[in-house]
């Protein structure tokens, strides 16, 4: 896995740390089929109060990301990688069961990795769905978008694009540029 280890707000991440993430995502790995060479994206971040890492694994047709807050920067780096560790538990038998047919996404996990159901019913975070709403779909542009959702203070925006008629999210990236998701329909791409 070729691990990329960057840092944010003045933060540069020393040889330990990069060789930490390293040694860690090697947990990670296992999950993974051989032959696909993986990239791990590693974002470090210092505050005041704590340290922030989000670690990323993008695929063909998946992407893994997690973050964590800790008050080391290790401690955040350990807490990432058990959710991500966490998270492909929860999912892998779901890609097998449902998308093995799809190409691109069962292949990427090995075949060898077998779970403890019981150990993965304490390690799943965040299972239940809190809030539901609903949001009127209205054709606009995308600059248009953009002042919605700067007017109603969010850091996204659902609308249907006029210039492309397909439903698409605007979003506020971290580095304050805007960011667009467009909507396919299978097939499309």
Known sequence: MKVIV???NKFKPTEAIRNYV???LQK???YFSKKHELEANVLCKVYDSHQTVEITIP???ILLRAEAK???IYGAIDLAIDKLEAQ???HKSKIYKSLKKREGIARYYSAQSDFDLEKMKTEIIATNLVKEKK???RPMSVDDAILQMEMLGHNFFVFLNSETN???VIYLREDQNYGIIETTQEGEI
Do not use: C
Request: positive net charge.
């Open 22 to 24: 390293t040694n860690k």
């Open 135 to 137: 949001v009127e779909l």
């Open 166 to 168: 397909k439903v698409s």
């Open 6 to 8: 960057r840092g944010k």
């Open 59 to 61: 695929t063909k047709n």
């Open 88 to 90: 492909i538990r929860k």
């Open 70 to 72: 800790n008050q080391s």
């Open 28 to 30: 990670i790995e296992q």
